[in-house]
């Protein structure tokens, strides 16, 4: 039998936290894939496929939004060293300025939504949520 409980608990927050993030992005005239775009870019230089999995893209939603981040100088491609076909995606000088920019506006907001939690609680959250998704590998 499903509990409908945490579920509508999960999907509430989700929502939550995508508005939060929705938020956000347009006040950095970014939609939410392009924050989340700048979000992965910020510690990782990844190919096009491996951006695309981790974004969950088809190729051409993938190519399209890194062209228009592109045009607005906030990544550059580049081949791959070890692989002449492969091309890697890094983020310019002005693409770290926004996606750090972004993740710290992020953060103050989505740490606010917890401010009435305890320490403790907020920890055993963290704690919760960790578990949760590193089993999503298997769905």
Do not use: Y
């Amino acid at each position: 039998m499903t509990d409908f409980g945490i579920t509508d608990s999960l999907v509430q927050l989700s929502f939550l936290v995508q508005g939060t993030l929705g938020k956000v992005a347009a006040e950095h005239g970014l939609s939410v894939v392009q924050l989340r775009l700048l979000g992965v870019l910020r510690d990782r230089e990844p190919g096009m496929q491996a951006l695309a999995r981790h974004l969950g893209l088809d190729k051409s939603s993938m190519t399209g939004l890194v062209d228009r981040a592109e045009r607005r100088g906030l990544v550059r491609r580049t081949t791959s060293p070890h692989d002449g076909r492969a091309v890697l995606v890094s983020l310019t000088e002005e693409g770290h300025r926004l996606a750090r920019a972004g993740a710290e506006d992020a953060g103050r907001r989505i740490q606010a939504l917890t401010a009435r939690l305890s320490d403790g609680q907020r920890a055993e959250l963290s704690l919760l949520t960790s578990t949760v998704l590193a089993g999503t590998s298997e769905l």
